[in-house]
């Protein structure tokens, strides 16, 4: 639909925000493309930081993914990264209200870092709703998925009842789960609008 650098680019379109959350290179772009069914709508790159705004993809007229910059390492400008904390803090606390759903992003090959902690810990101070997904799980074993899990929800200090999904935007695997989710908070926040 749109992308946004501030407050005077984003859309004011009615309707709830699905927000995606993690670091540079995670693979949120990559999923909301599997997510939607559509090959390069949101672009993706092996290079870190290649999103550098906030974009807005409009779904079914009703709803809308907001995929954020990622957080840590970017090959990108110093000055283009430093820009991006007001950026996505500013969008996060304009839209609050709107957020149906946040997607913190993880790797699941990879240990959550403290960057993952600080966003769980805000998005829980915020009082969001929020879902973990384990992407790239697709390069995981069985025995290395069951291990990522744990993983998770050791470093991110989630119940048992609360597990991250596993998904893969490359095979599928977990994305049906995570419409599941996604059905319940969107039809949630038509409830309270």
């Given amino acids: ?60 007229d009703r709803w809308s993914f907001v995929d954020l910059p990622g957080y840590g390492y970017a090959q990108v400008p110093e000055q283009v990264r430093l820009s991006w904390k007001p950026m996505v803090e500013g969008a996060l606390s304009r839209r609050r209200e709107r957020i149906a759903l946040a997607l913190l992003v993880v790797d699941a090959r990879h240990r959550p870092s403290e960057l993952d902690r600080t966003m769980r810990d805000w998005l829980r101070a915020a009082g969001l709703p929020y879902l973990i997904l384990a992407t790239k799980a697709d390069r995981l074993s069985g025995n290395e998925r069951r291990l990522a899990e744990r993983r998770v929800a ?38 309270r609008g």
């Fill in 1 to 60: 639909m749109c992308s946004a650098f501030g407050p005077e680019g984003e859309p004011r379109d009615p309707g709830p925000d699905v927000v995606l959350l993690g670091r540079s290179n995670v693979g949120k772009s990559s999923l909301i493309n599997r997510l939607v069914g559509v090959r390069g709508l949101a672009r993706t790159s092996s290079a870190p930081g290649r999103t550098q705004s906030v974009n807005f993809y409009r779904v079914n």
């Fill in 154 to 191: 050791e470093v991110l200090e989630e119940s048992e009842d609360r597990r991250a999904v596993l998904v893969s935007a490359e095979t599928g695997l977990g994305i049906a789960t995570v419409w599941r989710h996604l059905d319940r908070a969107l039809e949630g926040a038509a409830g």
